[in-house]
């Protein structure tokens, strides 16, 4: 049998290899390595472009050993700190500024320390871009996890004066990225609806949903009748209506805040009178909670209007279904009715779908084989770091065909 090949083919399959063999000095810039979503989507991507080939180094301005993801001292890539002496807030106030300050700060050191990297990966601070594009030929691939401006508070006339200047840049900045990604669809619109002039230029993010390593959870044994739920203890993560939830079926952070809505929430327990049958789990290791995961009935998330989320991935991997609110991206990462329950953001609402599980448990097995092969599908690690690769790759394609033009 001979197969005849064409020019044109030799080079095409040729210049493919070369791209997908192509090895690239890759530095990631992030505020803080510490264990929340945002960090959890950066490790992911520092393991994933590691296993790719590349030289991967991670930049930050805080990353306690004792507090962070594992992946963080494996080895398998670089972290080095810069600025942890500059302050996180000024008597817990002027957060925002701070943050640009310390990144700054690490963005200067990449600059003067380091050599050229092909490929600079920044998210929440859009304000390190210009200053990392003062090399030029470093390509800086910005990933926006939400608009700060819409996060932070504009309750008074001296916040929205404070904070004026710090939403101008953001979206000045960010625009001058060479590739925008988000979350999800649902932050890809909110993107267009928030930065106008970026839209009206024709600046569009592309999606690159977070992902989670399926291989780390296994087939549980038992499925206990306990509801999980997982977040920060942050008021924006709405978790009252958990526990609202669960009383009417009739059964530490930094931040000063986190840990008064702690309290509040424990008081709240023992108002609805279920104090006794809600544990409260602070800074819990992952193997800890990979245990909680392969023993709940399924997992409870409350947050409203979130820009993914990265809880009900890792439910569903571990084989659970999810109640969560009918809103943000758990719409785009939960099927309704086949990987869990889409509820409005009521306690009447997620407790009439934790009725369904304990009324019939069984259902949660069903529910959790399909969620775990759903996500084993479209939100793997392995699925994100192709996907990642390769948009990094385009970008430096991009970057080398417009020289040569």
């Given at each position: 049998?001979?197969?005849?090949?064409?020019?044109?083919?030799?080079?095409?399959?040729?210049?493919?290899?070369?791209?997908?063999?192509s090895k690239m000095n890759i530095s990631i810039i992030h505020p803080d390595l510490g264990i929340g979503g945002a960090e959890r989507l950066i490790v992911d991507a520092a393991v994933e472009l590691a296993s790719h080939g590349h030289n991967v180094h991670i930049f930050?301005?805080?990353?306690?050993?004792?507090?962070?993801?594992?992946?963080?001292?494996?080895?398998?890539?670089?972290?080095?700190?810069?600025?942890?002496?500059?302050?996180?807030?000024?008597?817990?106030?002027?957060?925002?500024?701070?943050?640009?300050?310390?990144?700054?700060?690490?963005?200067?050191?990449?600059?003067?320390?380091?050599?050229?990297?092909?490929?600079?990966?920044?998210?929440?601070?859009?304000?390190?871009?210009?200053?990392?594009?003062?090399?030029?030929?470093?390509?800086?691939?910005?990933?926006?996890?939400?608009?700060?401006?819409?996060?932070?508070?504009?309750?008074?006339?001296?916040?929205?004066?404070?904070?004026?200047?710090?939403?101008?840049?953001?979206?000045?900045?960010?625009?001058?990225?060479?590739?925008?990604?988000?979350?999800?669809?649902?932050?890809?619109?909110?993107?267009?609806?928030?930065?106008?002039?970026?839209?009206?230029?024709?600046?569009?993010?592309?999606?690159?949903?977070?992902?989670?390593?399926?291989?780390?959870?296994?087939?549980?044994?038992?499925?206990?009748?306990?509801?999980?739920?997982?977040?920060?203890?942050?008021?924006?993560?709405?978790?009252?209506?958990?526990?609202?939830?669960?009383?009417?079926?009739?059964?530490?952070?930094?931040?000063?805040?986190?840990?008064?809505?702690?309290?509040?929430?424990?008081?709240?327990?023992?108002?609805?009178?279920?104090?006794?049958?809600?544990?409260?789990?602070?800074?819990?290791?992952?193997?800890?909670?990979?245990?909680?995961?392969?023993?709940?009935?399924?997992?409870?998330?409350?947050?409203?209007?979130?820009?993914?989320?990265?809880?009900?991935?890792?439910?569903?991997?571990?084989?659970?279904?999810?109640?969560?609110?009918?809103?943000?991206?758990?719409?785009?990462?939960?099927?309704?009715?086949?990987?869990?329950?889409?509820?409005?953001?009521?306690?009447?609402?997620?407790?009439?779908?934790?009725?369904?599980?304990?009324?019939?448990?069984?259902?949660?097995?069903?529910?959790?084989?399909?969620?775990?092969?759903?996500?084993?599908?479209?939100?793997?690690?392995?699925?994100?770091?192709?996907?990642?690769?390769?948009?990094?790759?385009?970008?430096?394609?991009?970057?080398?065909?417009?020289?040569?033009?």
């Open positions: 049998l001979i197969l005849y090949v064409t020019k044109k083919e030799v080079t095409e399959a040729a210049a493919m290899e070369k791209k997908n063999g930050t301005s805080h990353h306690d050993k004792n507090r962070c993801f594992e992946e963080t001292l494996a080895g398998s890539f670089a972290v080095t700190v810069y600025g942890s002496f500059l302050p996180r807030h000024i008597f817990y106030r002027f957060h925002a500024v701070c943050a640009y300050i310390r990144c700054i700060f690490v963005a200067l050191c990449v600059l003067f320390k380091w050599p050229s990297f092909d490929v600079v990966l920044a998210d929440q601070v859009s304000v390190v871009i210009p200053i990392l594009k003062l090399k030029k030929s470093s390509k800086v691939v910005f990933y926006c996890h939400f608009p700060d401006l819409l996060l932070a508070k504009h309750t008074t006339l001296a916040r929205r004066i404070y904070r004026a200047p710090i939403n101008y840049l953001e979206q000045l900045t960010t625009g001058m990225a060479d590739l925008i990604l988000v979350n999800s669809k649902f932050t890809a619109s909110t993107f267009a609806a928030t930065f106008k002039r970026l839209d009206s230029r024709g600046i569009k993010p592309a999606v690159l949903y977070p992902a989670v390593n399926v291989d780390q959870f296994t087939q549980p044994n038992c499925y206990k009748l306990n509801f999980l739920s997982i977040n920060r203890f942050e008021k924006k993560k709405n978790i009252d209506l958990a526990i609202s939830a669960f009383a009417m079926l009739g059964s530490p952070d930094r931040l000063r805040e986190n840990v008064d809505y702690l309290e509040q929430l424990k008081v709240l327990a023992e108002i609805k009178g279920v104090s006794k049958q809600v544990k409260f789990i602070t800074s819990c290791p992952t193997a800890e909670r990979n245990a909680l995961l392969s023993e709940c009935l399924c997992v409870i998330y409350t947050p409203k209007d979130e820009h993914f989320g990265i809880v009900p991935l890792e439910a569903m991997a571990a084989h659970k279904p999810v109640i969560a609110c009918n809103s943000g991206g758990p719409v785009e990462s939960v099927k309704d009715g086949e990987t869990g329950f889409l509820c409005d953001p009521s306690p009447q609402s997620f407790s009439l779908a934790m009725a369904k599980f304990l009324n019939d448990p069984s259902l949660a097995e069903n529910m959790g084989s399909k969620a775990r092969a759903h996500v084993a599908t479209s939100f793997s690690t392995k699925t994100f770091g192709n996907k990642l690769n390769e948009y990094i790759m385009d970008v430096v394609e991009q970057h080398k065909r417009s020289k040569s033009d």
